[in-house]
């Protein structure tokens, strides 16, 4: 029943998209409302019902408190982070400290992780998706950020665990987009991806060539994003008023998400004119109940004189990249825009100048991640597609040395799978263990990185400090999972361990929200199936109503046509009762019993009608 | 003009939501790119004023690119269906003359993307002066991987015959690259002639990756290959990486070189010495050799390095002054200012290493661990500021 296809998903910060391929063509789906990406929001509405998507996005305003969007910059942050410090400023939806120094949210009374939200929008890209082929799908390719680190990327795939969805590759976003421009193309060239989205700019420099991607380098900053644009507006807005008012409208939650609203609809219409006009009557009450309202026009000009350093900063992240890949500006022959963002007239300008070329339009900036994702996703398990994606380590992999130092063994930007091995000796006389604490980063100071493991290498043998020595292999699958080996080179005991980063959720956690998510599945399943079990009946409901008076008056003369009469309308009380209590089964039951019904009803009409 | 219309002529009110006609094909009507990617945002929901918005064209010029459409017959309105449309759909124009564009070239039927064509400048942008990309190598094609496997020994023999869903022709290849593996010789192991150039070197390598990289074979049930495959792959990155580094920065191998060291040399020379020496348990040598590199290359790797070992040696003041000249030059660097801080504490200047503290959290950084860090030595600094200032 499941179907082996695999789909790829960008998941992104405003808005998610999901892809195919479908007999060779990457194609994005389209939900039931036709709209090709999807709003990233998750509420919880009065009734107590989850909404996800369109659906959440529209009643945002009225439900400001309870709708969550942005997940993306608080999955696998820890409590401490500076991203969550400034989303617990701006943002309407409760933020609190989770038990294991992570991120949870608020929505109502009950209490969510972030790779759970995050589950719920890749849940409804799964449904979206099996509306569209009419079968289960199990597998996907996700993308993340370029940037992200290992607790953000294990939280991903364990939200897309708990959606129910094996996902059995992460890439990032701006070599998914290489992969969707390249395909079916038999190009030859250096290209670089600015992907400028709604909360992160990545800027990947990969060479391709007979089907094979290669990513040569890649950097980001995942606070640099559409939302980082918006909030120059908003805070433009904000103080304007305030020099007239004296009053802070971020103080009120309601204003602050029209706000947002509007500073995100006048930042894209600025794409294409020239000026805007902001308008939010009403938009506060003072303290003596009267109501003031904010009119204002924002120009092109203004708004990129409040971004400019933002759009500065992504160039500088562009010089810092080509200089540590040793690639030169006239070495890339193609820039692929990508994400929303990049639709700023502003923006293009900027790339075009420091690239010195025209940058590549026949991508759709909101739709290439999904399909490049889709791509890897086909080229892992189609044997017919045989595009090759040699990807990277994001972050240097080392290990804590003397001294708190951390030594790298596996530089950042290495092709994978890799393996590096270095060996390293005891730091104290008659030291017999070795504790080997697994570090990603790039700081030089081992406190300053991530922990992404430790293990402990005993039975040394009882010598002078640096007599004994002990081998550290390293190794990263394709997959992008690591193992660390660590080998007395003299007695040749070994100690390895797995390694994957915590997102703040335990194993058993995490099982708990599959189990939740489950029953959740099942619902609304049978709800679409219902529904398609009602319009059924109806039909059928509809023809024996009709014939109902007729059949009435053939056979009520007889004892037994009484009988029948009756029994016919148990049934379609039956009917009606089952579609009222949206009992699945008992409709099923009650549909059944109406054939027969309408059967006989038929069969009484035609006899009458007879001959002459 | 500075808003989209209410009514456009020969298409109408924008507030309709038009459709793609599904009988309308845009490889013969000769569109250009842009007018390619328009037509694929009707979608028969949005309305046209919203995607007049949303194209990230002019409204001038995309209106201009809609009425193009709708004058070839690529769009419906509402109640409109392509049997209406044939009716009153003009033959296809010519595209009209635009600078350097080219109308899309043949592509075979599941491109889904026009390739991107030299396009004119809209602006005065500089053109750097480009190499011309060629779509064929005109160099030989990269050599085949090796197909045979002479004389296999006993282990090889094993391999060829165990439970795996690898076919004879794969296994083949991986282990003859595996006997290419014990010769030591990069340009063997790629196959490639002694002094390739980059181009040659990259074209093999590519070639050869598709056959050897693990994620060719995902999901099958390999055997003894998993690891094989993986290894080889290793090798042949690693000698390619190793063939195409740029030379001009490496270090010389050999201490007795007769090369003349340039000072940028010596200096990593010594900084390597000195980090051994710390780490070797003996901080005071170690600032020495440390002081004598940064007098060659005061970068700020060598700075930072020097003040932690200066902190190890009980040197605060010498850590300090390390720090600081580290710190000035990395200001937006929160690690380099909390070592700074660091610094500043040990020197028992704990009112300066607060506001450096202080400063460095308002710096954005990827790193949360490092953010944690910098509040856990605030806490820790504020605590000893309070026990200072007594009671």
Known sequence: ?612 | MSGIPAEIQDVGSTAQKLAQNPAFDPLRAGLSTEDYFVWSRFDGTTSLKDLLLMTGFPVEHAIAIVKRLRGLGAILLPGENPQTMAARAKPPEAAPARPASQPIAKQPPRDPDPPTVPRARTGPIPQQPRPPSSPMPAQPPPPDPPTTLDNPTAEEKAALAEASELGAPERTLILAMQRRMKLGDPWALLGVPRGSDKKALKRTYFKLSKDIHPDRYYGKKLGSFAARLSEVFEAISHAYADLTEDKTDERPMNVHDQQAQTPAEYATELFERACAQEVAGAPAEALKIFDAAIRVDGQARYLKRAAGCALAANEPRVAEDYAKKAAALEPQDPSTQRLLARAFRAAGKLPLAEEVLLMAMQIRTENDVLAKELRTDLAEVRRLLARSQGY
Not at chain 1, 351 to 380: M, N, R, T, W, Y
Not at chain 1, 399 to 416: A, C, D, R, S
Not at chain 1, 532 to 550: I, M, N, S, Y
């Open chain 1, 1 to 612: 029943m499941a179907s082996d296809k695999v789909i790829g998903i960008d998941l992104g910060t405003t808005n998610s998209c999901v892809a195919i391929v479908e007999d060779g063509t990457p194609v994005v789906i389209p939900n039931r409302g036709g709209y090709k990406t999807t709003p990233s929001m998750v509420a919880i509405a009065e009734n107590g019902k989850r909404l996800v998507g369109h659906i959440a996005k529209r009643q945002a305003i009225t439900n400001a408190e309870n709708t969550v969007f942005a997940a993306k910059r608080l999955i696998g942050r820890k409590w401490g982070s500076a991203a969550v410090r400034t989303s617990l400023e701006t943002m309407p939806y409760r933020i609190v400290e989770g038990p294991h120094d992570d991120v949870r949210i608020m929505l109502r009374d009950q209490v969510f992780s972030v790779p759970e939200i995050s589950a719920f929008i890749l849940q409804e890209m799964k449904l979206i998706t099996e509306e569209y082929l009419g079968e289960e799908v199990q597998k996907a390719v996700v993308t993340v950020p370029a940037y992200f680190n290992d607790a953000q990327r294990t939280a991903t795939k364990d939200a897309g665990r708990i959606a129910g969805l094996d996902v059995i590759r992460i890439i990032n976003e701006p070599t998914a987009a290489a992969l969707a421009y390249g395909f079916g193309r038999n190009i030859e060239r250096k290209v670089a991806v600015y992907d400028l989205g709604g909360g992160t700019f990545d800027i990947s420099i990969l060479e391709i060539g007979n089907g094979v991607f290669e990513v040569i380098s890649t950097a980001g900053d995942t606070f640099l994003g559409g939302e980082d644009f918006d909030r120059r507006i908003i805070d433009w807005l904000v103080f304007g008023f305030q020099k007239e008012h004296k009053i802070d409208l971020r103080k009120d939650k309601m204003a602050l998400q029209r706000l947002k609203d509007v500073a995100e609809k006048a930042k894209c219409e600025l794409s294409s004119v020239r000026e805007t006009e902001i308008n939010l009557p009403f938009i506060i009450s003072t303290g003596r109940n009267e109501a003031l309202h904010l009119q204002t026009t924002l120009t092109r000009d203004k708004l990129e004189e409040l971004t400019a350093d933002l759009v500065d900063r992504t160039v500088d992240i562009c010089a810092k990249t080509l200089e540590e890949a040793e690639i030169q500006k006239s070495e890339i022959e193609d820039v692929i825009l990508v994400g929303g963002m990049t639709r700023m007239p502003r923006v293009q300008q900027v790339c075009a100048e420091f690239f010195g070329l025209e940058p590549c339009k026949g991508v759709h900036p909101d739709e290439v991640v999904a399909l490049g994702a889709a791509i890897q996703g086909s080229a892992l398990t189609d044997e017919k597609n045989d595009i090759l994606l040699l990807d990277v380590t994001p972050h240097s992999l080392g290990i804590m040395i003397v001294g708190g130092y951390f030594h790298k063994l596996i530089e950042q930007n290495t092709t994978v799978p890799t393996s590096k091995s270095h060996v390293f000796t005891t730091v104290k006389d008659n030291q017999t263990s070795v504790k080997i604490l697994v570090l990603q980063g790039e700081s030089d100071r081992a406190e300053e990185n991530e922990l992404l493991g430790e293990f402990v290498l005993t039975g040394l043998r009882r010598a002078q400090r640096g007599e004994v020595e002990v081998e550290v292999t390293f190794h990263i699958s394709a997959d992008g999972i690591v193992s660390v080996k660590a080998r007395d080179l003299e007695t040749g005991l070994e100690q390895s361990i797995t390694v994957t980063a915590t997102s703040g959720l335990t194993e058993d956690e995490i099982k708990k929200m599959i189990d939740a998510n489950k029953d959740y599945m099942i619902e609304v399943r049978s709800g679409q199936e219902f529904d398609k079990a009602r319009h059924g009946a109806e039909r059928v409901l509809d023809e024996v109503e009709t014939l109902f008076p007729q059949v009435s008056e053939i056979i009520s003369g007889s004892d037994f046509g009484q009988d029948a009469v009756k029994k016919a309308r148990g049934v379609v009380e039956r009917a009606r009762t089952a579609i009222a209590n949206r009992d699945l089964t008992s409709l099923n039951d009650a549909t059944e019993a109406l054939s027969r019904t309408l059967n006989m009803f038929r069969g009484v009409v035609s006899k009458t009608r007879g001959p002459g």
